[in-house]
Nanobody
Framework: QVQLVESGGGLAQAGDSLSLSCVAS????????MGWFRQAAGKEREFVAA???????IFYADSVRGRFTLSRNPKNTVNLQMDRLKPEDTAVYYC??????????????????WGNGVLVTVSS
Protein backbone atom coordinates (compact mmCIF):
# COMPACT_ATOMS: atom_id res chain seq x y z
CA GLN A 1 0.00 0.00 0.00
CA VAL A 2 1.16 3.53 -0.74
CA GLN A 3 0.55 6.49 1.54
CA LEU A 4 0.55 10.04 0.21
CA VAL A 5 1.12 12.97 2.54
CA GLU A 6 0.69 16.54 1.29
CA SER A 7 2.16 19.71 2.70
CA GLY A 8 2.17 23.36 1.78
CA GLY A 9 -0.71 25.46 0.58
CA GLY A 10 -2.36 28.13 2.66
CA LEU A 11 -3.47 31.65 1.92
CA ALA A 12 -2.16 33.84 -0.89
CA GLN A 13 -3.15 36.92 -2.82
CA ALA A 14 -3.78 36.96 -6.53
CA GLY A 15 -0.49 37.04 -8.37
CA ASP A 16 1.43 35.41 -5.54
CA SER A 17 3.11 32.02 -5.49
CA LEU A 18 2.64 28.95 -3.35
CA SER A 19 4.08 25.47 -3.45
CA LEU A 20 2.71 22.07 -2.56
CA SER A 21 4.62 18.90 -1.85
CA CYS A 22 3.54 15.30 -1.68
CA VAL A 23 5.64 12.51 -0.25
CA ALA A 24 4.83 8.91 -1.09
CA SER A 25 5.79 6.03 1.17
CA UNK A 26 5.33 2.34 0.79
CA UNK A 27 6.65 -0.53 -1.22
CA UNK A 28 5.91 0.88 -4.69
CA UNK A 29 6.16 4.58 -3.84
CA UNK A 30 8.98 5.18 -6.33
CA UNK A 31 7.21 3.36 -9.16
CA UNK A 32 3.92 5.21 -9.27
CA UNK A 33 2.92 8.13 -11.43
CA MET A 34 1.94 11.03 -9.21
CA GLY A 35 -0.03 14.17 -9.63
CA TRP A 36 -2.50 16.69 -8.28
CA PHE A 37 -6.22 17.20 -8.50
CA ARG A 38 -8.27 19.95 -6.95
CA GLN A 39 -11.81 20.46 -5.85
CA ALA A 40 -13.35 23.85 -5.31
CA ALA A 41 -16.39 24.31 -3.13
CA GLY A 42 -19.50 23.13 -4.92
CA LYS A 43 -17.58 21.82 -7.90
CA GLU A 44 -16.34 18.48 -9.10
CA ARG A 45 -12.78 17.40 -8.63
CA GLU A 46 -10.58 18.32 -11.58
CA PHE A 47 -7.18 17.33 -12.86
CA VAL A 48 -4.30 19.74 -12.31
CA ALA A 49 -1.05 18.02 -13.25
CA ALA A 50 0.57 14.58 -13.43
CA UNK A 51 4.10 13.26 -13.78
CA UNK A 52 5.37 9.84 -14.75
CA UNK A 53 7.37 7.69 -12.33
CA UNK A 54 10.57 8.65 -14.17
CA UNK A 55 9.71 12.33 -14.30
CA UNK A 56 10.08 12.32 -18.05
CA UNK A 57 6.43 12.93 -18.90
CA ILE A 58 4.35 15.73 -17.41
CA PHE A 59 0.76 16.71 -18.14
CA TYR A 60 -0.97 19.93 -17.17
CA ALA A 61 -4.54 21.08 -17.26
CA ASP A 62 -5.09 23.96 -19.65
CA SER A 63 -6.17 26.16 -16.75
CA VAL A 64 -2.76 25.95 -15.06
CA ARG A 65 -0.33 25.41 -17.94
CA GLY A 66 2.30 28.12 -17.94
CA ARG A 67 1.60 29.05 -14.32
CA PHE A 68 2.11 25.78 -12.44
CA THR A 69 5.20 23.61 -12.56
CA LEU A 70 5.28 19.99 -11.45
CA SER A 71 8.54 18.29 -10.60
CA ARG A 72 9.67 15.09 -8.99
CA ASN A 73 12.74 14.95 -6.77
CA PRO A 74 13.51 12.68 -5.04
CA LYS A 75 11.60 9.98 -6.79
CA ASN A 76 8.97 9.60 -4.09
CA THR A 77 8.26 13.33 -3.81
CA VAL A 78 6.40 15.64 -6.16
CA ASN A 79 6.40 19.40 -5.89
CA LEU A 80 3.83 21.69 -7.44
CA GLN A 81 5.05 25.25 -7.81
CA MET A 82 2.08 27.54 -8.33
CA ASP A 83 2.85 30.99 -9.70
CA ARG A 84 0.62 33.88 -10.73
CA LEU A 85 -2.17 32.47 -8.62
CA LYS A 86 -5.75 33.44 -9.38
CA PRO A 87 -8.81 33.43 -7.12
CA GLU A 88 -10.18 30.58 -9.24
CA ASP A 89 -7.25 28.44 -8.08
CA THR A 90 -8.87 28.33 -4.65
CA ALA A 91 -9.58 24.69 -3.84
CA VAL A 92 -8.57 21.69 -1.81
CA TYR A 93 -5.64 20.13 -3.62
CA TYR A 94 -5.24 16.36 -3.51
CA CYS A 95 -2.14 14.37 -4.27
CA UNK A 96 -2.81 11.24 -6.30
CA UNK A 97 -0.76 8.25 -7.35
CA UNK A 98 -1.16 5.15 -9.49
CA UNK A 99 1.02 2.42 -10.96
CA UNK A 100 -0.84 2.68 -14.25
CA UNK A 101 1.08 5.74 -15.37
CA UNK A 102 0.64 9.47 -15.82
CA UNK A 103 -1.60 9.22 -18.88
CA UNK A 104 -3.97 7.02 -16.86
CA UNK A 105 -3.67 9.24 -13.80
CA UNK A 106 -4.73 12.41 -15.59
CA UNK A 107 -8.06 10.84 -16.51
CA UNK A 108 -8.95 10.85 -12.83
CA UNK A 109 -10.79 7.54 -12.85
CA UNK A 110 -10.24 4.68 -10.42
CA UNK A 111 -7.03 6.10 -8.99
CA UNK A 112 -5.61 3.85 -6.32
CA UNK A 113 -3.89 6.27 -3.98
CA TRP A 114 -4.98 9.64 -2.61
CA GLY A 115 -3.74 12.05 -0.03
CA ASN A 116 -6.02 13.81 2.44
CA GLY A 117 -5.82 17.16 0.70
CA VAL A 118 -4.51 20.63 1.49
CA LEU A 119 -6.38 23.88 1.19
CA VAL A 120 -5.22 26.66 -1.09
CA THR A 121 -7.03 29.97 -0.81
CA VAL A 122 -6.31 32.83 -3.18
CA SER A 123 -7.83 36.21 -2.45
CA SER A 124 -8.38 38.90 -5.04
Amino acid sequence: QVQLVESGGGLAQAGDSLSLSCVASGRTSRDIAMGWFRQAAGKEREFVAAISYSGGTIFYADSVRGRFTLSRNPKNTVNLQMDRLKPEDTAVYYCAGDLSGSNYLKRGQNIHHWGNGVLVTVSS
